[in-house]
């Protein structure tokens, strides 16, 4: 009876909600666009041609985003296909910053599918941070490319010189960087994708469970008809959304995005797998964890550890927007959230506390819709609508929150991806930006410091 006392308080304490405040906020506005490489084909000079639907648009800026069917596809204010690159849709931080302090991060595949983003280039950037002025500047872009046909399949550039990578190749989420290598953690294989700091790919990795392949309906080895379980075992957008670096032992851990799929293709219960990989022998070590989904959560968003055995590991649900702003009955309309943002966390896990099952433990968490801002700092981003029972507040209400990582014992970043034209977030009718948050937590860096 008394093991089982301590047990349930063991729980309690793990699922702990720690304060966050506001030390820092930054912004790269929405419509951000890049020029591609000179050596790039032209046709990537105009980008999401295929982001509208089933049918080709070639003229810019002909039509209005929209934040599709599940959130009342409101209009976004933002109209594509765009002339240039967008710099849009923040999805890994990696830990290890670059030689000039500036910080690296991964853009996403385009447009959110594989089918959508054939004329997106693939690309991570290394940007400054500069919380006096709330700018985010734009040091170096680095574009994936394949010259020495290390991946296996047919790429969309396959018969150009410098074969860029686009998001119709790959889907990178996740990043670090070791040595002169970047890693990059990808959901169509889902595989580990290694490259030099110049961007060219020097090696892919498929990737296994327990000997046996993973695989996503994405994945080009399959053929229609593919039958999960059988044929494809990870969600489309399910694969490693996470991969952190743990600095003590050099290994990479890798975290799919949402649970595996069951005999009918839909997550089969509220684990994650965490896989520990080798970047030293390019090999799958074989010790896998699980990551545990809290209450209300549909996924992660990103892993990032701050020590040898303890990691941040970002949690949400589908929903966007302010619950204040929330449509009356869930019906939607242009000026209202149908599936406002409910659950949006960042929990602090400890992978040398893993339970016999190999469950991770959850030390604490901090919630992203309700961090202190007692000077005010995120004001202009809200609107001036901050408020609350006890003083200034500010919320981070994106559907997609998927950047974490330490910034030294007191401070983490946070940043969005706003899923350029498609997401809203702050307004209802209007395009996220790429919001960037430096929050204070050194009660969340200190729990579990020693264990």
């Given at each position: 009876?008394?093991?089982?006392?301590?047990?349930?308080?063991?729980?309690?304490?793990?699922?702990?909600?720690?304060?966050?405040?506001?030390?820092?906020?930054?912004?790269?506005?929405?419509?951000?666009?890049?020029?591609?490489?000179?050596?790039?084909?032209?046709?990537a000079l105009v980008s999401g041609k295929f982001a509208a639907g089933p049918t080709r648009v070639d003229a810019p800026m002909s039509v209005i985003g929209d934040t599709g069917p599940a959130q009342g596809s409101r209009?976004?204010?933002?109209?594509?296909?765009?002339?240039?690159?967008?710099?849009?849709?923040?999805?890994?931080?990696?830990?290890?910053?670059?030689?000039?302090?500036?910080?690296?991060?991964?853009?996403?595949?385009?447009?959110?599918?594989?089918?959508?983003?054939?004329?997106?280039?693939?690309?991570?950037?290394?940007?400054?941070?500069?919380?006096?002025?709330?700018?985010?500047?734009?040091?170096?872009?680095?574009?994936?490319?394949?010259?020495?046909?290390?991946?296996?399949?047919?790429?969309?550039?396959?018969?150009?010189?410098?074969?860029?990578?686009?998001?119709?190749?790959?889907?990178?989420?996740?990043?670090?960087?070791?040595?002169?290598?970047?890693?990059?953690?990808?959901?169509?294989?889902?595989?580990?994708?290694?490259?030099?700091?110049?961007?060219?790919?020097?090696?892919?990795?498929?990737?296994?469970?327990?000997?046996?392949?993973?695989?996503?309906?994405?994945?080009?080895?399959?053929?229609?008809?593919?039958?999960?379980?059988?044929?494809?075992?990870?969600?489309?957008?399910?694969?490693?959304?996470?991969?952190?670096?743990?600095?003590?032992?050099?290994?990479?851990?890798?975290?799919?995005?949402?649970?595996?799929?069951?005999?009918?293709?839909?997550?089969?219960?509220?684990?994650?797998?965490?896989?520990?990989?080798?970047?030293?022998?390019?090999?799958?070590?074989?010790?896998?964890?699980?990551?545990?989904?809290?209450?209300?959560?549909?996924?992660?968003?990103?892993?990032?550890?701050?020590?040898?055995?303890?990691?941040?590991?970002?949690?949400?649900?589908?929903?966007?927007?302010?619950?204040?702003?929330?449509?009356?009955?869930?019906?939607?309309?242009?000026?209202?959230?149908?599936?406002?943002?409910?659950?949006?966390?960042?929990?602090?896990?400890?992978?040398?506390?893993?339970?016999?099952?190999?469950?991770?433990?959850?030390?604490?968490?901090?919630?992203?819709?309700?961090?202190?801002?007692?000077?005010?700092?995120?004001?202009?981003?809200?609107?001036?609508?901050?408020?609350?029972?006890?003083?200034?507040?500010?919320?981070?209400?994106?559907?997609?929150?998927?950047?974490?990582?330490?910034?030294?014992?007191?401070?983490?970043?946070?940043?969005?991806?706003?899923?350029?034209?498609?997401?809203?977030?702050?307004?209802?009718?209007?395009?996220?930006?790429?919001?960037?948050?430096?929050?204070?937590?050194?009660?969340?860096?200190?729990?579990?410091?020693?264990?």
């Open positions: 009876f008394l093991a089982l006392l301590a047990g349930l308080a063991t729980a309690a304490r793990a699922e702990e909600t720690l304060p966050a405040t506001l030390a820092g906020f930054a912004a790269l506005p929405a419509l951000t666009l890049a020029l591609p490489p000179a050596d790039a084909p032209r046709d209009p976004t204010g933002i109209a594509f296909p765009f002339i240039g690159q967008p710099v849009q849709g923040f999805s890994g931080l990696a830990m290890t910053p670059a030689a000039d302090g500036s910080v690296y991060v991964l853009t996403d595949n385009g447009f959110g599918t594989k089918a959508n983003s054939s004329d997106a280039l693939l690309v991570f950037h290394r940007v400054a941070l500069d919380w006096a002025t709330g700018k985010v500047a734009l040091k170096q872009a680095i574009y994936l490319r394949d010259p020495d046909r290390i991946l296996p399949f047919r790429i969309v550039n396959d018969g150009s010189e410098a074969r860029y990578l686009t998001g119709a190749d790959l889907d990178p989420e996740s990043i670090q960087v070791i040595g002169d290598s970047v890693w990059i953690g990808e959901e169509l294989g889902p595989w580990l994708i290694r490259a030099t700091l110049d961007g060219r790919v020097t090696g892919i990795f498929a990737t296994t469970i327990d000997g046996k392949p993973i695989k996503s309906p994405d994945n080009p080895a399959l053929s229609i008809p593919a039958a999960p379980v059988k044929d494809w075992q990870s969600a489309r957008s399910g694969g490693f959304e996470g991969m952190g670096l743990n600095p003590e032992t050099g290994m990479l851990w890798a975290l799919l995005e949402k649970p595996l799929v069951g005999e009918d293709g839909k997550p089969a219960g509220n684990l994650l797998p965490l896989l520990e990989f080798d970047p030293r022998t390019g090999g799958w070590t074989g010790k896998r964890l699980s990551f545990p989904l809290g209450a209300g959560a549909a996924s992660i968003g990103d892993l990032n550890f701050i020590d040898g055995h303890r990691a941040l590991v970002i949690e949400r649900d589908n929903g966007e927007g302010d619950a204040a702003q929330a449509c009356p009955e869930g019906k939607p309309a242009p000026d209202c959230y149908p599936v406002p943002a409910k659950v949006k966390r960042i929990v602090l896990i400890d992978i040398a506390k893993a339970d016999a099952e190999g469950r991770v433990a959850r030390l604490a968490s901090i919630d992203l819709l309700a961090i202190a801002d007692p000077d005010g700092k995120g004001a202009a981003a809200m609107g001036g609508h901050e408020g609350g029972a006890e003083g200034k507040s500010f919320s981070f209400p994106f559907v997609t929150i998927e950047n974490v990582m330490k910034v030294d014992d007191s401070h983490i970043l946070v940043i969005n991806d706003n899923n350029l034209p498609f997401s809203t977030g702050r307004s209802p009718d209007r395009a996220a930006d790429n919001e960037v948050l430096l929050l204070s937590v050194p009660e969340l860096l200190s729990t579990g410091i020693g264990g």
